[in-house]
């Protein structure tokens, strides 16, 4: 299920939709690397080309780290 949700991103509101996976596995990068989901979404946010939206953005995020993470697996 896809589920709307609103931060605030330096100083202003937004909001992004993601399916429940997605978004269970950011908390869980933030949480493995100590950080809160706020600090995570800001470094996405910070680092996405300016045509990608935050959705996209969070999603290409969570498949770059399990992608990451199954090649260190591999060594």
């Known amino acids: 299920m896809i ?37 995570m979404l800001r470094e996405i946010d910070d680092t996405r080309d300016a045509d990608v939206n935050l959705s996209s953005a969070i999603r290409l995020f969570v498949l770059a780290d399990l992608k990451a993470k199954l090649a260190s697996q591999d060594r």
Do not use: M, N, Y
């Open 3 to 39: 589920r709307k949700h609103s931060v605030s991103l330096h100083g202003h509101r937004t909001s992004f939709s993601l399916e429940d996976p997605f978004f269970l596995e950011l908390k869980a990068i933030a949480e493995t690397r100590d950080i809160t989901l706020a600090a």
